[in-house]
């Protein structure tokens, strides 16, 4: 048990849940058990109990967090988890009715996704092809770490994965057809994504360098790492994005992991891919969140009137 108190064993059992019955990756159980402990030290502030909270209980503590100036979107995500954690305790017979019934979520703004261009994915790649490790001292050693670095780049923006997935994807996942890359998503979904002819040239490259650093160590993982976890971290991969970005001219504010994945959507569906193919290679459970990238789409409609419209074109003589 992370919690001691009795509404804190309540959060508890209420994570399990999450985590036993509907596949909750680590990340997400750690993001409702912040945001549930956040709730419950305002409702103590007042003397109220996790368990006994009501509407105007859950209201006030909207208003805080927005008088703190987190965003919507901040306020948005942990209203969700109390709802959901209250839906949890009336399921379980541990409350006769649901305080959050009545209340209504701040409205959101979903911005556009922060993406790069075809050309900055290129200087990268390139850069990531040029890069030095000045703290590795044998040749070998700059091998594997420039080899690593092309491999990551070039499989992440092949597939559009989450970095989680991709920094652990374990060693058999490429081993098996080479056109494709077998990938357990959030919730344990299972789903192909297909390899680029350059991606999958840098994994042939990437492998037997990757045998001579584990030195006939055994590793699950294609980037092994002597760490806690086995494989190379989220934390560590977006610092070496941030040199990458450094050394391919970019502002490396604008680059991480995440922008990839955005990058691989966005060149997707502006070189024709279908929304629905898009979704399923980013592994989203709901269509409604590969829409954000529908302004891609709005934009290309925008070229083709304007290039092939009879009207469009009389309007330029």
Excluded at 130 to 139: F, L, M, P, T, Y
Excluded at 283 to 312: C, F, M, N, R
């Amino acid at each position: 048990m992370r919690h001691t108190g009795e509404g804190e064993k309540h959060i508890d059992a209420f994570l399990e849940m999450l985590s036993a019955e509907r596949g909750a990756a680590k990340n997400t159980l750690d993001a409702y058990g912040r945001d549930l402990s956040d709730f419950a030290r305002f409702l103590g502030a007042g003397k109220v109990e996790l368990t006994a909270a009501g509407p105007d209980g859950i209201r006030h503590y909207l208003e805080e967090i927005e008088a703190q100036g987190f965003s919507a979107s901040t306020a948005a995500r942990r209203l969700s988890a109390i709802r959901q954690f209250h839906g949890f305790l009336y399921a379980e017979g541990l409350r006769a009715d649901d305080p959050c019934s009545s209340i209504e979520g701040p409205r959101r703004v979903r911005p556009l996704p922060k993406t790069l261009s075809v050309k900055e994915v290129d200087a990268l790649l390139e850069a990531a092809r040029k890069i030095e490790d000045g703290r590795a001292q044998e040749e070998a050693v700059r091998a594997y770490k420039r080899a690593r670095i092309i491999c990551l780049m070039e499989v992440l923006y092949a597939s559009g994965l989450r970095v989680s997935e991709l920094v652990g994807l374990p060693i058999h996942s490429v081993l098996g057809d080479e056109r494709h890359l077998t990938v357990d998503g959030k919730g344990g979904r299972q789903r192909l994504v297909p390899l680029s002819p350059a991606a999958r040239r840098a994994i042939d490259i990437y492998l037997p360098l990757r045998e001579l650093r584990l030195d006939g160590q055994a590793s699950d993982w294609l980037f092994p790492s002597r760490g806690q976890q086995g494989h190379l971290t989220r934390h560590r991969f977006a610092q070496l994005l941030k040199e990458l970005s450094i050394v391919a001219g970019i502002d490396p504010v604008r680059v991480s992991p995440h922008t990839l994945r955005h990058a691989f959507a966005s060149h997707l569906l502006a070189n024709g891919a279908d929304l629905r193919a898009v979704q399923q290679m980013l592994g989203h459970a709901d269509i409604s969140t590969t829409q954000i990238y529908t302004h891609v789409l709005d934009e290309k409609l925008k070229a083709l009137v304007q290039t092939h419209h009879p009207l469009a074109n009389a309007s330029k003589n």
